[in-house]
């Protein structure tokens, strides 16, 4: 199996009041480990993004991202405050 990379994610828009309390800006960091973990982000948007996690920490890549995009962009499930974020890798 290949080896973790890290990964950043950031939150880069939002609408209405983020009920975990998330601002633009906010960025939170999954480390190059081998043990899964993310301090600080709401657990109901870390668990609607775990797929894309995972796959991006071990090199995945999405037919809909250009390869030269640094990163995908994710969705919070909270329909009614409508909150982007962005996942980026930081070290290959």
């Known amino acids: 199996m290949s080896e973790p990379i890290k990964l950043e994610i ?8 983020c009920v975990a309390g998330h601002e633009v800006g906010d960025t939170f960091t999954i480390p190059k480990t081998d ?4 301090d600080g982000l709401c ?10 996690l995972v796959a991006m920490r071990y ?9 030269d995009a640094d990163g995908v962009t994710h969705a ?8 982007t974020f962005k996942i980026k890798r930081i070290s290959k």
């Open 76 to 83: 919070c499930p909270d329909a009614k405050n409508p909150h």
């Open 35 to 38: 043990n899964f973990s993310c």
């Open 59 to 67: 090199g995945a890549s999405f037919p809909w991202v250009p390869e």
């Open 10 to 17: 950031e939150l880069v828009e939002g609408e209405g009041e």
């Open 43 to 52: 657990i109901h948007a870390l668990y609607s993004m775990m797929e894309k």
